[in-house]
Structures are given as C-alpha cells and as structure tokens.
C-alpha cells in the first residue's frame, strides 16, 4: 500500500497541475469578452478560453443593488427568499399508550410553546387536562387551548405515532418544549383502558406521567432559509485607485442554519450544543439560538472569514421541496476592516420553489 505522507512527488500537498504557458508577464488578464467567454488575454491575443454559452438559469425575481461599505461597516445581505414553510415538531409517543385500545381519550398532555406576540417574545403553557372529557381525544384537547389563546397551531397523532404540532400558517414560528404525557386510569376513569398502578407502600395510586422527547429529524422549520438566500448572484467591488492590490479585498461569511458550539456548563466542563443562527437578533445568545451579534464574534475568533476580491459569482441549484432537501446559496455578511471605503455591486437571483 502507498504510503501517501511519504510521497516523494508531494502530490497531497501540492496537485500535480501545471500552469499554462505564455501567462506569466504582467499583460495577461483575467478577463470577460465577447460571445460569451471568460479567459486569458495577452495583448490582443486570446490564450485560453471558457465556453460559458451553455450557462442559462431560468429565473423568476432578481435585484441589483449597490452598497458602499465605509471603512469597519458590516452589512449583512439575505437574499430575495426565505422558503416559507409549515413549522412542525414531533414527539414520539410511548408505544405502550398508542397500542392500547381506546387511548386517544384517556390521556392529556402538557407542553410550553414560545413564539411573537404583538411584536414580543412570549411562552404559554398548554395543558390539555383543563378540557378533559373521556369522550373527546386528547388531540382536540390540546386544539381547544391552542384555539382559545389565539396560536395557530394544531396537533395530532401521525401515522408513525408522533405526537405533532404544525403550524396553520405558513411561515408562523413557534418552539415547544417541555412536553409530558399523562394516562387517566381507571382510579379517576373508571372506563379508562388503562389500569391504575398502586405503591406497594403506600397504597396509593402511581401518577403516570411521561415526558417526551422530540424526533429532530422530523423538524421542519417555519423556513427552509430562516436567514435568507438565493439561486445564485454575481457581485463586483470596487477599491480606490491609490492602494495597493494585495490590500484591495474584503470579507465575506456565508451564514449556516445553525452551529455547533461548545459552552461551558454549570460544572466547568465544555458542552456541545446545536445553536440555530438568528442573524436578526444583536442581543444575547441562549441554550438554543445564537444572535447575530454573536456569530460575528465566533467567526472572527475562530478566523472563519473568506476574502472577496474584486469579482464573485455563484449559482446554486433549486431545492428538492419534497425532501425538504436546501440547495440555494445561503445570505451572507459584507465586512470592511479597512480605512477606505468599498463600493460593492450585486445582482441577486431566484426562482420560486
């Protein structure tokens, strides 16, 4: 077997790919032309070509847009889509309850759930006990309290035996925790399914309470793109003729959905944890969602800035809806840490999926 670290031609460090020739004076240049070509023109003469007639995106909402970012600006640009979408969580449900005959009537369930309310941040306790009735399902139940506080949000027990909550509303966003699933036996029920487990020490009745822990695979977000994108852009900077090349860039980060951090329990010990990326958001950071403030800090930190030149293009492809599979170009920040402005031209693109 070939030992690839002892490799005396290199190649894992440096590609064996030879540069063409006639391109190292300084009248070469990285340029466009016409017929709808990119490649290498020395004086009049084209050295080297790419065909890009064959490059056609249809299309169906594009901006052009200018921006000039002053020396330590940070601007941050979404995109032109969200890909606004059902948000719905599922708890997977005991299998003993859900194969007990008759079980939809004789269980309740409590759960918080945070979502915006006239502008503010709130959560609500449901408790579907309040309505308990052995003849309605525990389901209904949980709807009538929805319903009652004005959250667009409905329930069920799915086909794979989940309990699930999903938005009425497209694009309304919402997180619920803390979900716990309690049986009504037959000590307060006596037509309940479910038999009534008695401490042997005390004689008395054993509360049957669960808690349920979410299936995250089965987690669709309010939006495919809760901070923005694209099918695809091109964009051009511009620098002040009297600086030096190697100084004419700026940075740019591609914002992900969400982020493993680690953060430093109660106990002293280093935590993972997964953090949806809220770049919206320039206060604090939680358990569960870093602010964009927060973010700029991590990437800066851990050096996971890119530097963009003078010319980027991208395009992406469109998304598989039915696998809820993300292909487009994700939003990114714009930052400046020169003493010079920038100007930044863009043209942004998109098509419905």
Same mark, same amino acid.
């Given at each position: ?8 031609? +290199?190649? /894992? ?7 063409? !020739? @006639?391109?190292?004076?300084? +009248? ?57 979408? !059902? ?59 929805? @319903?009652?506080? %004005?959250?667009?949000? &409905? ?34 029920? %006596? ?59 700026? &940075? ?32 604090? %950071? ?10 700029? @800090? /991590? ?24 696998? @809820? ?29």
């Amino acid at each position: 077997m070939t030992d690839l670290f002892n490799n005396p031609s +290199n190649n /894992y460090v440096t590609p064996d790919l030879k540069p063409c !020739s @006639n391109a190292s004076d300084l +009248n070469s240049t990285f340029e466009f032309f016409n017929n709808k070509k990119v490649g290498v023109i020395n004086g009049s003469t084209i050295l080297t070509s790419l065909d890009l007639s064959n490059i056609k995106v249809f299309i169906t909402e594009f901006k052009q847009d200018r921006k000039l970012l002053n020396p330590a600006e940070v601007i941050y640009v979404p995109g032109l889509t969200k890909g606004i979408q !059902s948000r719905s969580q599922s708890f997977p449900v005991p299998y003993f309850i859900t194969s007990t005959i008759g079980y939809e009537n004789f269980i309740t369930t409590k759960f918080d759930i945070s979502y915006n309310k006239k502008f503010k941040y709130v959560t609500d306790n449901i408790d579907s006990s309040l309505n308990y009735v052995d003849t309605v399902k525990m389901t209904d139940q949980v709807d009538m309290v929805l @319903n009652g506080k %004005s959250i667009p949000v &409905y329930s069920e027990i799915d086909s794979s035996l989940n309990f699930r909550l999903y938005g009425s509303q497209s694009g309304f966003d919402f997180y619920v925790n803390n979900v716990t699933m309690t049986i009504i036996d037959a000590s307060t029920d %006596s037509t309940s399914p479910f038999i009534t487990l008695i401490d042997s020490f005390t004689g008395l009745s054993i509360p049957q309470v669960y808690t349920l822990s979410e299936d995250l695979s089965l987690e669709f977000e309010y939006a495919r793109y809760p901070n923005g994108a694209e099918l695809g852009y091109v964009m051009v900077g511009t620098y002040p003729d009297e600086y030096i090349e190697s100084d004419k860039w700026i &940075y740019i980060n591609h914002v992900p959905d969400s982020l493993n951090v680690f953060d430093i329990s109660t106990g002293g010990l280093y935590e993972k944890k997964l953090k949806t990326i809220n770049v919206g958001s320039s206060g604090p %950071s939680d358990d569960n969602v870093m602010s964009g403030g927060d973010y700029l @800090n /991590y990437i800066t930190e851990n050096n996971l800035w890119d530097k963009f030149g003078v010319f980027k293009s991208w395009l992406g492809c469109v998304d598989n809806v039915e696998t @809820n599979e993300k292909n487009l170009v994700r939003g990114f920040y714009l930052y400046n840490p020169h003493d010079f402005p920038v100007l930044v031209e863009m043209l942004l693109i998109n098509i419905d999926a």
